[in-house]
């Protein structure tokens, strides 16, 4: 079970499972980072409020102290719960979050500008619900954390996750429009002013079922059926799961109209039983399939032809359905390699400019340096997550890792792509970013399952310090087992490390 | 199972590699397009959180910014709004912009290349970019009199008063008019409220009258035919029909002197007489003479038809109309039929012949300053063309001296030489019952021209059927003419 490359993986690993000096846990880099995360964030908030004349409300007082606590006790949460876990994840995530929060309230800003010229009431604070949404997202991230103290309980687990995660995903589909569908999408539950998007939910847990699932079903994708082209294809009957997430994905398609939603599923789980296989004529169908769903989706649905014809040429429908990727392209182009400076353009120009289109506000105000500098952080993440994936001795781990950090990764392709204009636009947010509750609780119970491997990844072979070591001379002759990572089982190392 | 994992870390970067050049391609290959696209509201918008530049003549402020607690910075304020709104325009957050707001926006807004060096200093200083002023051409003292002239009566109409001599443009009255200042106040409501009454005025006050609409000179456009006809071997002298109708060439249409009288007491009448009676019959035998070719190039050499004249907001073209036969053309001579003129085009025509032949440029812009007045930018006189020979000027100037010799009205100011010449032109579906439009267009001194004006009141103003140009614009022309002197030009 354990690869041999994990620990090759990362130098200097093995020093702490020889029993050597204490491993470092990272925690205090994190620290530091953390530190510097908040620093750059109070910068941006600072510029926007210089820029556009603001005196410091209460109100932005209490969302700044609130964001700083939510550092603090996730930092703390880390501590306690997964010390080893990787230190630059999670300072990451406090740096887009806290972008986020503060491009929210510039844009907050700017809503209450227009409000007032127009002479209509004050709107409600998007960056207050923000911060809540903040507040409840950390409190998943304790909870995971705290309850899941081994990432392999999980896969026993595994197809609860699939259910409910499917129920999840068609619940918006089943339920009548009033309540399901914002803006052609039918990817809520609204129950009064309040609403999720289960699907963001879903996806994690589909994302455990899928790696669950392969673990256990791996050597029956493994087997080897016709070769073809110098690849392995698999037996015909073997493609019964791709076949099933291939129509998951329609479903949601047509159900839900949910371009994005769709395409990052049936990505994800594609990358899953290439990781899970290692056979790229899995990849090879699966796109062939995405090819063929493509083409069908695009002869049946409307919607999706809309979307094409605006991505091919938006300023042809200006006035229509064209206007919001124009007005996002505008601002991207305004605000060209330097940006126009935080608080100084005009972002809230484009609709729905804290959500769905965030990233062309950043863009505008802090140009391409700012947003490939946020792009670097995002690399940083999954990059990190993989990293974990790579380490982690368990195949569930690795799958779940790989599952969870490419995630994260097709998601801001396919949002970035979409706002500017490389591939056709699909309703989702940017992971962290985005003005939007689910988004941001269900990523951070994704950070805090990946800070989860990662810990199990990083950390010592035992919680407790080695026993003293018997002269081994003097050791008894003992069966010598392969270990079992995690602070629940395994016998303890001996001080050779007890590897196979 | 690392390796998958490896290669799933390379094709994410790949990914990321992909959404960074298409970001490059966005941001820095088609920045410039998406940034000056038409459609693209961002740099207007910038401008509003700018401090803009004032707009100012002979010391006067008429436009200014002043810093407010709101959050759009500065508020506009115009000083006397309604006499200086056809100069000066409006600036609105909602609905956009006119007059030298509009067309010196560069130079209000800083943008203008000519402050670039201001702008690189604040740049580097850190100081808050702010626009450039300007500074008009007009005379206050002329433009107020122009204004209180036309308004205290309630006329419909437009003055310009030219500086002969170098096309500065020393007054441009529109009336009615309407105040600048509601529209650009913060408060959408209230901009809202004005621009709609604005919009709804009957008759309208936002088109400046002087540049943006054209009206039948009437018989201010046989100083166009004079021009022509001394420079095609007529004199002065040259003998006309004095009869009181003639049928036009080829038709069955009779076309009349004024009430219907004959020109003068003779048979015929002297081209001096006619002017100076403005003798229809007279004028149109001498079109029909000269010919459509002779009166368009005339017309062309006056700058009538000129479609690109910006003072720098764009002046509507004017323009003689199709002259397909000698009836046309006979009709067109006494500025009727398809004749249409700017009042600000019938002002250049006087200033023309004011200054010995040469046109002059007309231009509102005097100078360009500096956020801080020091001027970077003067306007120079600019000539348009030669509508005629120094010589033809005079004799013209000396006929147009009979004309005001001849024009009733009061308002005459003793001592000064005025060179003149009224128009009634008849308008509307049913010209005999359509109260005419009054010309009044002159120069003064006549020896040494300081002032030329284009005085039109629409509709005959207060005397209804009854007005002519002398009775009713004259006054106002004389007015305007007194108070331009007055100022020790």
């Known amino acids: ?500 | 199972m690392n390796t998958p994992i490896r290669r799933i870390a390379i094709a994410v970067m790949a990914l990321i590699l992909l959404l960074l050049g298409n970001l490059t391609y966005v941001q820095v290959v088609k920045a410039g397009d998406y940034r000056d696209d038409p459609r693209n509201q961002r740099v207007l918008l910038a401008e509003y959180a700018r401090k803009r530049g004032q707009i100012s003549a002979d010391g006067q402020v008429l436009a200014q910014s002043v810093e407010t607690d709101d959050r759009l910075k500065y508020q506009r304020q115009y000083t006397d709004g309604p006499a200086y709104s056809p100069l000066t325009g409006y600036y609105s957050v909602i609905y956009s912009s006119s007059g030298i707001e509009r067309y010196a926006d560069p130079v209000l807004n800083g943008s203008d290349d000519r402050l670039f060096a201001r702008r690189l200093s604040d740049l580097i200083t850190g100081r808050d970019p702010s626009g450039g002023n300007v500074v008009l051409t007009v005379k206050p003292s002329v433009q107020e009199r122009a204004y209180e002239e036309m308004s205290k009566k309630g006329y419909e109409g437009a003055v310009v008063a030219l500086q002969p001599k170098t096309g500065e443009i020393l007054a441009m009255v529109s009336t009615p008019s309407f105040d600048p200042n509601p529209l650009a106040s913060h408060s959408s409501g209230t901009q809202q409220q004005a621009w709609k009454a604005d919009n709804n005025a009957d008759p309208a006050t936002l088109p400046n009258r002087a540049i943006d609409q054209t009206f039948p000179p009437g018989s201010t456009f046989k100083l166009v035919d004079t021009a022509a006809a001394l420079q095609n071997g007529y004199t002065p002298d040259s003998q006309l029909t004095a009869a009181p109708n003639i049928t036009l060439t080829g038709t069955n249409t009779t076309l009349e002197n004024y009430a219907g009288t004959q020109c003068g007491t003779g048979q015929t009448a002297s081209l001096r007489e006619a002017l100076a009676r403005s003798c229809n019959t007279a004028f149109a035998q001498l079109g029909g003479e000269l010919g459509a070719d002779k009166i368009r190039a005339q017309a062309d050499a006056f700058g009538i038809g000129r479609s690109d004249l910006s003072i720098p907001m764009p002046v509507t073209a004017s323009g003689v109309g199709d002259l397909p036969d000698t009836a046309a053309v006979q009709q067109s001579a006494i500025g009727q039929r398809d004749v249409r003129l700017t009042p600000l085009q019938n002002a250049m025509i006087v200033a023309s012949i004011a200054n010995g032949g040469q046109t002059m440029a007309p231009h509102l812009i005097k100078e360009v300053q500096g956020p801080n007045l020091d001027v970077i930018d003067t306007t120079e006189p600019d000539r348009l063309g030669r509508s005629m020979p120094a010589g033809v000027a005079s004799t013209l100037t000396d006929l147009m001296l009979g004309s005001e010799a001849r024009t009733s009205g009061g308002g005459k100011i003793t001592g000064v030489q005025i060179a003149s010449k009224t128009g009634t032109a008849e308008h509307g579906t049913d010209p005999k019952n359509t109260p005419p439009h009054a010309w009044y267009v002159a120069f003064a001194p006549a020896n040494d021209p300081q002032v030329a004006v284009a005085v039109l009141v629409e509709n005959g103003g207060d005397r209804a059927l009854e007005a002519t140009g002398g009775s009713v614009a004259a006054p106002i022309g004389r007015a305007v003419i007194a108070e331009a002197l007055r100022g020790g030009q």
């Open chain 1, 1 to 500: 079970m354990a690869a041999p490359e994990s620990t090759a993986a990362r130098p200097g690993g093995a020093n702490g499972r020889e029993g050597g000096p204490v491993l470092p846990t990272g925690r205090t880099i994190e620290l530091l980072l953390l530190v510097f995360a908040a620093v750059i964030v109070t910068g941006a908030l600072v510029l926007v409020e210089a820029n556009q004349e603001q005196e410091l409300t209460p109100t932005l007082l209490y969302v700044g102290l609130a964001y700083l606590v939510v550092l603090t006790l996730a930092h703390l949460a880390v501590r306690r719960f997964a010390p080893y876990a990787d230190p630059l994840i999670l300072p990451s995530v406090a740096l887009l979050n806290g972008l986020g929060l503060v491009m929210i309230h510039r844009l907050d800003l700017a809503d209450q500008d227009r409000a007032a010229l127009l002479g209509q009431p004050v709107p409600d604070s998007l960056v207050f619900k923000q911060i809540l949404w903040t507040a409840v997202g950390l409190a998943l991230f304790i909870a995971v954390l705290w309850r899941v103290s081994d990432h392999r309980t999980l896969a026993r687990y595994g197809f609860t996750c699939g259910l409910v995660g499917l129920v999840l995903l068609a619940l918006p589909g089943l339920l009548p429009s009033s309540i399901s569908e914002v803006n052609g999408a039918k990817l809520w539950i609204r129950v009064g002013g309040a609403g999720i998007q289960p699907g963001e939910f879903a996806k994690i847990l589909l994302i455990i079922f899928f790696a669950a699932f392969l673990v256990q079903k791996r050597d029956l994708f493994s087997t080897a059926g016709r070769r073809f082209l110098g690849m392995e294809l698999p037996r015909a009957r073997d493609l019964a799961p791709l076949l099933v997430a291939w129509g998951l994905s329609v479903g949601v398609l047509v159900v839900e109209r949910d371009l994005g939603s769709s395409l990052l599923f049936f990505g994800i789980l594609l990358v899953l039983l290439y990781a899970a296989t290692e056979r790229v004529s899995w990849m090879l169908i699966g796109l062939g399939f995405f090819v063929i769903g493509a083409l069908i989706a695009y002869q049946l649905f409307g919607h999706v032809q809309v979307r094409v014809q605006v991505w091919l040429d938006p300023f042809s429908d200006y006035e229509n359905r064209g206007y919001q990727i124009a007005q996002a392209l505008f601002g991207l182009g305004t605000g060209g390699v330097g940006g126009t400076g935080l608080g100084a353009g005009r972002p809230d120009l484009v609709p729905f400019a804290e959500s769905d289109f965030i990233w062309s506000s950043l863009g505008e105000e802090l140009g391409l340096i700012g947003l490939a500098s946020i792009l670097v952080v995002y690399l940083v993440l999954i990059t990190r997550g993989l990293r974990s994936a790579l380490a982690v001795r368990d195949s569930f781990g690795k799958l779940l890792a790989t599952g969870l950090s490419f995630a994260v990764a097709l998601q801001i392709f396919v949002v970035i792509g979409g706002v500017t204009k490389l591939i056709p636009l699909t309703g989702l947010t940017l992971p962290f970013l985005s003005y939007g509750g689910s988004s941001l609780v269900a990523n951070y119970a994704l950070v805090a399952m990946l800070l989860r491997i990662s810990n199990a990844a990083r950390a010592p072979l035992t919680r407790r310090p080695a026993a003293p070591a018997v002269p081994i001379a003097d050791a008894g002759t003992e069966l010598v087992q392969r270990p079992a990572v995690g602070p629940t089982t395994g016998p303890l190392p001996g001080p050779t490390g007890g590897r196979p």
